[in-house]
């Protein structure tokens, strides 16, 4: 069956958004009396949505235990986490070589464009803009635009719903774990790109479809398919 859906992830898959992330948790870290943390670390929390982000930052580690923090404590440096995010105006952010291209020539082809990102919604338009990409997606969900997020397979299907297309005929492309499995969730076919932002660990191990190292790669791949 053609392909007819391309589902996109955002940070870590065509945008590298570490650099204003981090200076954002460090700014949170720092208002609230705490040691700001390496940017390498840092990137290893990045991909579960900013709450996720902000109890890791709190704990200092990937792993939080349950009752580990208090959910008050965490509102409130979600808050201050929001508020030096909106601050940086995305200054850092940039798309990865080739996407900006790449995510053209696939549109040219004939592919819908979408984007399911666990990335808070209201901050996600004006990054679209800031690279001229506000009209590529036909459909943008945000990790806080329905109840659950990925890898819970529901934002993709969801987008499948709205455009009437069926799962078998759309694609999902990620660089984390999140991204594959909310594809193979939704029995939808999930290209890896190894390149972004998965806790250390290599995409291939969790057998996505096909998986590449570079952008340019996966879009040579797309339209030969």
Sequence with gaps: MDKQLLIFDFDGTLIDSVPDLADATNAMLTTL???????DSIRNWVGNG???????????????????????????AEQVFFDAYSKMGGSKTVA??????????????????ALVTNKPIRFVPKILQ???????????????????????????LHVC???????????????????ILAGQNANMDTLGLSYGYNYGQDIRELNPT?????????????LKS
């Design 96 to 113: 990865y070589p080739n996407v900006d291209s790449g995510l053209k020539k696939l549109q040219a082809a004939g592919y819908k464009l």
């Design 33 to 39: 009396g705490k040691t700001p943390y390496p940017l």
């Design 161 to 179: 719903k709205a455009l009437n297309i069926n799962p078998e005929q759309t694609v999902m492309i990620g660089d984390s774990r999140n991204d």
């Design 210 to 222: 096909e998986a590449f190292d570079d952008f340019a790669s996966l879009v040579d791949y797309l």
């Design 130 to 156: 800031s690279f001229g990409w506000q009209d590529l997606f036909i459909e943008v969900l945000g990790g806080d635009s329905l109840p659950s997020k990925k890898p819970d397979p529901a934002p993709l």
């Design 50 to 76: 900013s709450r996720m982000l902000v109890e890791r930052a709190l704990v200092g580690k990937i792993e939080v235990l349950e009752g580990e923090l208090a959910k008050e404590a965490v509102d409130h």
